[in-house]
């Protein structure tokens, strides 16, 4: 049995964490380099859990220059077995109304100047990202919002732009076209280095605007943006205190081996392997290294 540490990752607007009892900060550092902020430790009745902000405390990290391998690597390192992200996003959708909290389920990664794996030369690695959200936790999260009356949709597509600009119009109806449901410019890799570190991760993609396509509102803004921002906040501050408290204590074995994704992703021959990359890999894939 694993006891459950329960990891916030906040993003735009989210830059601390009300309700973390016995809260004490701690700038952990990483063989991956320099996380976004220092980790915020704590406890929601009873259950531990670590905040990090993802664009650290006054938005100094831009999409691009965060330090995704950093910050999973920092939170594996603080005992996270499960994930949560709270980002905002912009909507594909009519009935994704601004204020509504998307439990996405898939991601497409439109990024392209960024480091999306732990693994390469040296010590390569395949892992599945068929099923990128471990099922269990939009489930925690899906009655966690309907106890606390926060508007909801289970399920979606999260395209995750490079950005930091927004998208063109012709992006955004493209996107739209696709199905897909939200935009934003922060879960891939995140959501990559999850797997790879075998931390189960959901991310809940909270509205903030329509983007560019719909013909009733004016291309987004980051004024625009910030109104929705707060409101948006306080609701994801009830949600993480609800889903804290309801959480299981126990880590909950992930029904598609998100925690064991290392079992069958190893491929490089032992006598192959890198000792200087080994050695950055400790935390993240200690488990299968170590055997
Ligand atoms: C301030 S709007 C654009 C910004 O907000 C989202 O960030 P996060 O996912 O960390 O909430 C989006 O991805 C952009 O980075
Ligand atoms: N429209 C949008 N595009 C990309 N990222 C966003 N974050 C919030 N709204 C967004």
């Not at 959501?191 to 605007?209: F, G, N, P």
Request: with cysteine.
């Amino acid at each position: 049995m694993t006891k459950a540490v329960l990891g916030i990752i906040g993003g735009s607007g989210i830059y601390d964490l009300p309700g973390l009892e016995n809260a004490r900060d701690e700038m952990a550092t990483s063989p991956w380099g320099a996380p976004s902020a220092p980790l915020r430790h704590g406890t929601i009745a009873g259950l531990p859990v670590v905040f990090l902000t993802r664009h650290d405390k006054g938005h100094r990290l831009s999409p691009s220059d965060i330090n995704y391998r950093a910050n999973i690597d920092v939170l594996k390192r603080a005992g996270v077995t499960d994930l949560i992200s709270l980002s905002a996003c912009g909507s594909f959708k009519e009935e994704l109304r601004p204020g509504t909290f998307v439990l996405v389920d898939q991601f497409v990664d439109r990024t392209f100047r960024r480091e999306s794996s732990f693994f390469g030369k040296g010590c390569v690695a395949h892992v599945s990202m068929a099923h990128p959200v471990s099922p269990r936790l939009p489930l925690h999260l899906a009655a966690a919002a309907e106890a606390e009356g926060i508007p909801f949709a289970r399920g979606g597509t999260y395209v995750c732009i490079e950005g930091p600009q927004f998208s063109t119009l012709a992006e955004s109806l493209t996107y739209k076209g696709q199905g897909y449901s939200v935009i934003g410019m922060t879960n891939m890799p995140e959501a990559k280095l999850a797997r790879e570190a075998e931390i189960c991760y959901a991310s809940v993609a909270m509205v903030t605007d329509f983007d560019c396509w719909h013909p009733d509102h004016d291309a987004v803004t980051v004024s625009d943006i910030i109104r929705v921002l707060s409101a948006n906040a306080e609701k994801a501050s009830h949600l993480v205190a609800r889903l804290a408290r309801d959480f299981p204590r126990e880590h909950e074995l992930c029904p598609i081996g998100s925690d064991r994704a290392l079992d069958s992703a190893l491929i490089t021959a032992p006598e192959a392997r890198d000792g200087e990359l080994l050695k950055k890999l400790d935390a993240v894939a200690g488990r299968v290294l170590r055997k």
